[in-house]
C-alpha cells in the first residue's frame, strides 16, 4: 500500500511569537521549528504502523524552502521511506493544497494523512481542500484508522460519542490525538535518514490567491492583582471599578 | 511541565560560541552534521520530558534498596535503560567497528546534559556502561569484545567500575583483591568493592564489572595492579551462568538516591571467574582513562543539577509574590499589592548567580569536550596541543561545577525562603544531588592535587601556557568591542595574578617542600577555576555581542543581552575573590602543616 504524509513545519510550542514593527513579518530570531506534532505523532506514526501491518511505502511531502529539510529528515529518521519538498514560499492552505494534489494525482496513493491541523496557523484545510482537488473521501479528526483490503475503518470523537464510518480507499484523513503514539527517532535512524531519498521539485504554477498583510499579537494579558483575604472591601472595589463584573 | 534546562542555550553555546560543526569536517565525525544533531537533541529531550522528568522525585522518595539479597530500583527503569540504549545514549561516540555511532563527545556530552537535568538518578547507567564497554573496546581481545560490548552497547547488559575497597579508596595502591590463575585462562577473583555506582538490580540481564585486582606475586603498590572484566553471569555456551559475584548490600545516601550504590563480594564461594583485559600491572593506567571520562561526565552532572535548580528558583521567583519595592523615598508604598520576589535586588543576585554558574559551567564542560575531541582527531602539534588543554580542564571541569554548583544550588534554595527547606519543592533534592558530586571519581582535595602538582607543572608548564594563548584569544576578540574592554582586561590582569601565584608556589617544589607546594592546592582549585570561568563568560558575551552587532542572530535580542549582563555580574561578583585566594596562597605564614605539636583539638 501506498502512504503518503503531508507534513510542515511550525514554530516549537514555547517559541515565543513576534512580529517586525509594521506587523508584516513574522520575527524568527530565536525560534526553533519543529514537525508540526499532529503530522508527526499521529499521522506519520500512524501511517509506519500501517506499512508494517500490510507493507508498501511512506512518502513524506512538505512545501516549503531547503530550511524545511531538517524536519524533512525527522520524518525520514522515524522511519518514512522517501520524501519530496516542493521548493516554493506558500502564503496560503489552497496552495499547498493544490501543490500536494499535483503531486499525487498521479501516485495512486491508498491514504493521504494530515495532521488535524497545524500548530501554528491552526487551519484544518490542508486535507479537505487536498480531498476536493483529487476528489476522493475526506475524514477530518480521525483518532483510529484500520485497513482491510481497500475498506477503512476510520473513528473519531463526536459531541457524546464516537463516530465510526467506513469508506474505501483511497481516502484523505487528517490525524488527531490517538490516531498513534509518538515515536522517538534514535540516532541510527537519524544517520540511515541521511542516505533516504528527499527529492526536490519546482511548484506546480500556481497564482496564490491571498497573501497576508498584517500580524499583529493578541492584546496582553492583565497581571494577577493579590488581595488580602481579611480585605474583602478592596476585592469588592477591584471587581466593581476594574474588571467591572459586579 | 517545569523547566529543567534551555535548548536554545545549549544550542547558542555548542554551535555560536564553541563552533561546534568544526568537527564535521574530520573524516571521523563527517557522517554527522548540525541538522541530525538537533534532530538527536530533540529525541533526547522528548525522552526526558517523557520517560526521565516524570519520576525523578519518585526516585528520591522511594530510593534504591537492598532487599534480601537483590537491589531493588525504581520500577520506571524497567522501560528507561532499554531506551537509553535504543536511542544511541551508550552507542553514541563509539567506533563504527565496535557498534558505535562517532559522534563527537562534545555533542554525546551535549545529549547526556539534557538527560541529566531532567533526572540526574539515570545517566549514570548507560554513563557506565559506555565507560565500562569503551575499556573493553580499546584494551580486550577479540573475544572479549565480541562476548560483551555489543550487549553493553544497547545497555542490554549494564557496567561498572570496581575499583574501592573497604581499606582503600583514594588510595588505590592498597587495593587487596585477588586475581588467581586458573588453567582456562581466567582469572579466580576474591575480594570486596565498595561504593559501585549501578552495581546491581533487576533491569539488565548481566552486569559486567571492570574490577582492579592484584595477580597474586604482583609488585606492591599501584605498579601490581591489574584490570578484569568479571561479569555477573559468565557464558557458557548460549546461555549464562552464576559467576559467584555477590551484592552484600547497599549504601543509602542523602542524595541521588534513585543511582543504587552497592557493596559487591566477589568470589565468595571460590567460583567467581574474571578475564585479564590487556596486560598484566597496567590495570591502574588502563582505569585512567575511563576515569577522564568519568570526570567529565562528573562535571556535567554538577552543570546539570545546577542548571535545573536554576530553573526551579527562576519559576519560582516569578510566581511568588511577597514584599513591596522600595521607593525612592526610602520607604515601601503599602497602597500597592505585592511584587513578584524576582523584582527585589538581593532575589536577583542569587538568581544571576545561579545562572552565572550553571551557564559558565555548561560552557567549561563543552570546551573541554571540544578539546577531546579535537585532540582525538588532530595531527602533531596540534595534537599535542589539545591533549595538554583536555588535561588541565578535567579536573577544574570536575571540581567548579560541584562545588560552585553547591553554593548555586543552596542559594537557590533560599529564595524559596522556608519553602526551600521542605519536601513539597524540589530545591532541597536538587540540594541533596548535587552534594556528590565534589566526591565521585576523586574528591576536590585529589583534583585539586592533580591540577596544581601535575597538569599545572606537566612539561614546563606547557598546559599553562596553552590555556593563556586561548585566553589571550577571547581577550583579543573582546577588545574589538567597546563594552567588553573592561572585561577584556580584566581577564588580562587576572592572568597576569596567575602566572605570579604559580611562580610562588611552584618556588616551593623548586626547593622540595612539596608538602608546602600542595598545601593550598584546593584554594589554588577554587582560584584558578573561577579565573577559568571568567574567560568562558567573556567568550559567551562576546558571541553575543558579535551577534548583536552583526544582525546574524539566532536567538532574541534579550537573550544575547542576557549573555552579556551575566559575563558583568560574574567580573562584578566572582572574579574579585580571586585577590583573597591569592593573597592566602601566597601568605608566608604556613598554617595547616602537620607538625609535632598537634593543635586541631
Request: aromatic share 10%.
Amino acid at each position: 500500500m501506498k502512504f503518503l504524509v503531508c507534513v510542515s513545519k511550525t514554530p516549537e510550542t514555547t517559541a515565543k511569537i513576534a512580529f517586525s514593527g509594521d506587523g508584516s513579518q513574522f520575527e524568527t530570531s530565536g525560534v526553533n521549528y519543529i514537525m508540526n506534532p499532529y503530522d508527526e505523532w499521529y499521522a506519520l506514526v500512524r501511517a509506519l504502523e500501517l506499512k508494517e501491518l500490510h507493507g508498501g511505502s511512506v512518502t513524506i511531502i512538505n512545501v516549503g524552502p531547503a530550511s524545511n529539510d531538517a524536519v524533512i529528515r525527522k520524518g525520514l529518521a522515524i522511519g518514512a521511506d522517501n520524501a519530496l519538498r516542493v521548493n516554493a514560499e506558500p502564503n496560503s492552505s489552497l496552495y499547498i493544497a493544490k501543490q500536494i494534489a499535483e503531486h499525487a494525482k498521479t501516485e495512486n496513493y491508498d491514504v493521504i494523512f494530515c495532521g488535524k491541523e497545524s500548530i501554528d496557523y491552526n487551519g484544518s484545510e490542508v486535507g479537505a481542500m487536498v480531498a476536493e482537488l483529487l476528489d476522493l473521501p475526506f475524514i477530518s479528526f480521525a483518532n483510529h484508522l484500520d485497513l482491510e483490503g481497500n475498506l477503512a475503518t476510520v473513528s473519531r470523537d463526536i459531541e457524546g460519542g464516537i463516530e465510526v464510518a467506513e469508506v474505501e480507499t483511497p481516502i484523505v484523513v487528517s490525524a488527531a490525538k490517538g490516531m498513534a503514539e509518538q515515536r522517538i527517532p534514535n540516532m541510527r535512524g537519524i544517520m540511515m535518514a541521511k542516505r533516504k531519498p528527499l527529492s526536490v521539485v519546482e511548484p506546480f504554477d500556481f497564482a496564490d490567491l491571498s497573501v497576508p498583510v498584517h500580524f499583529q499579537l493578541p492584546p496582553e494579558k492583565g497581571g494577577c492583582v493579590y488581595v488580602d483575604g481579611e480585605n474583602m472591601d478592596e476585592l469588592v472595589r477591584l471587581l466593581h471599578q476594574e474588571a467591572k463584573v459586579i | 511541565m517545569a523547566k529543567y534546562m534551555s535548548m536554545e542555550h545549549l544550542r547558542y553555546v555548542l554551535f555560536d560560541v564553541m563552533e561546534g560543526e568544526q568537527l564535521f569536517k574530520f573524516e571521523r565525525f563527517q557522517d554527522h552534521d548540525k541538522d541530525s544533531m538537533n534532530i538527536f537533541f530533540d529525541s533526547i529531550k522528548d525522552f526526558s520530558d517523557q520517560e526521565l522528568y516524570p519520576c525523578f522525585r519518585e526516585m528520591d522518595e522511594q530510593p534504591a534498596h537492598y532487599d534480601n539479597g537483590k537491589i531493588v530500583v525504581h520500577p520506571a527503569l524497567e522501560k528507561i535503560l532499554p531506551q537509553t540504549g535504543e536511542l544511541g545514549l551508550v552507542a553514541a561516540p563509539f567506533d563504527y567497528e565496535d557498534g558505535g555511532l562517532q559522534m563527537p563527545l562534545t555533542f554525546h556530552t551535549a545529549a547526556m546534559f539534557i538527560a541529566e537535568a531532567a533526572n540526574n538518578n539515570v545517566p549514570g547507567y548507560p554513563g557506565l556502561t559506555g565507560g565500562a564497554a569503551n575499556l573493553i573496546a580499546t584494551f580486550g581481545s577479540k573475544v572479549l569484545k565480541e562476548q560483551y560490548v555489543p550487549n553493553m552497547l544497547t545497555q542490554e547488559w549494564g557496567g561498572t567500575m570496581c575499583l574501592t575497597e573497604p581499606q582503600a579508596g583514594s588510595s588505590l595502591s592498597d587495593i587487596t583483591t585477588t586475581a588467581t590463575p586458573s588453567e582456562n585462562g581466567s582469572y579466580k577473583i576474591k575480594g570486596q568493592k565498595i561504593f559501585i555506582s549501578g552495581g546491581d538490580h533487576e533491569y539488565s540481564s548481566n552486569i559486567i564489572h571492570l574490577v582492579l585486582a592484584r595477580i597474586d606475586g604482583a609488585p606492591a603498590g599501584t605498579k601490581g595492579i591489574s584490570l578484569f572484566v568479571v561479569p555477573k553471569k559468565r557464558i557458557n555456551g548460549d546461555t549464562l551462568e552464576n559467576n559467584d559475584v555477590l551484592t552484600a548490600g547497599d549504601f543509602q545516601k542523602m542524595g541521588q538516591r534513585g543511582y543504587c550504590t552497592t557493596h559487591l563480594v566477589f568470589g565468595e564461594n571460590d567460583d567467581c571467574q574474571g578475564w585479564l583485559l590487556g596486560e598484566a600491572n597496567f590495570g591502574l593506567k588502563y582505569m585512567f582513562q575511563m576515569m577522564n571520562g568519568a570526570r567529565i561526565a562528573v562535571g556535567r552532572s554538577g552543570v546539570a543539577i545546577s542548571t535545573a535548580a536554576y530553573y526551579a528558583s527562576l519559576q519560582y521567583a516569578n510566581e511568588r509574590p511577597q514584599g513591596r519595592r522600595l521607593t525612592n523615598t526610602g520607604q515601601k508604598d503599602l497602597s500597592q499589592g505585592q511584587t513578584l520576589i524576582i523584582n527585589h535586588p538581593d532575589v536577583r543576585r542569587m538568581l544571576f548567580l545561579q545562572k552565572a554558574v550553571a551557564e559558565g559551567s555548561l560552557a567549561l564542560m563543552l570546551q573541554t569536550a571540544l578539546y577531546h575531541d579535537l585532540h582525538m582527531v588532530s595531527e602533531g602539534a596540534e595534537k599535542e596541543k589539545y591533549y595538554f588543554l583536555e588535561e588541565l580542564l578535567t579536573p577544574i571541569l570536575k571540581t567548579y561545577p560541584a562545588e560552585m554548583g553547591q553554593t548555586s544550588v543552596s542559594n537557590g534554595l533560599q529564595i524559596l525562603g522556608g519553602y526551600g527547606f521542605c519536601s513539597e519543592f524540589v530545591l532541597q533534592q536538587y540540594h541533596r544531588d548535587i552534594r556528590i558530586m565534589s566526591l565521585y571519581e576523586g574528591t576536590t582535595g585529589i583534583q585539586s592535587l592533580d591540577l596544581l602538582g601535575r597538569k599545572v607543572t606537566m612539561k614546563g608548564g606547557k598546559a599553562m601556557m596553552l590555556i593563556g594563548q586561548e585566553m589571550g584569544a577571547t581577550i583579543n576578540e573582546a577588545n574589538t568591542y567597546d563594552e567588553l574592554k573592561p572585561y577584556a582586561k580584566k581577564l588580562s590582569e587576572q592572568m597576569h595574578l596567575t602566572t605570579k601565584v604559580v611562580g610562588f608556589l611552584t618556588g616551593f617544589a623548586q626547593k622540595g617542600e612539596f608538602e608546602r607546594f600542595l598545601s593550598d592546592a584546593t584554594l589554588f582549585m577554587d582560584f584558578f577555576g573561577t579565573i577559568v570561568l571568567g574567560w568562558q563568560w567573556l567568550k559567551l558575551a562576546t558571541a553575543a555581542k558579535k551577534a548583536l552587532v552583526t544582525g546574524d542572530k539566532t536567538q532574541t535580542e534579550e537573550f544575547f543581552e542576557s549573555q552579556i549582563h551575566t559575563m558583568k555580574f560574574f567580573f562584578k561578583y566572582e572574579i574579585p575573590k580571586t585577590a583573597g585566594l591569592a593573597q592566602s596562597m601566597m601568605d608566608t605564614e604556613v598554617l595547616t602543616l602537620k607538625e609535632e605539636k598537634e593543635l586541631i583539638l
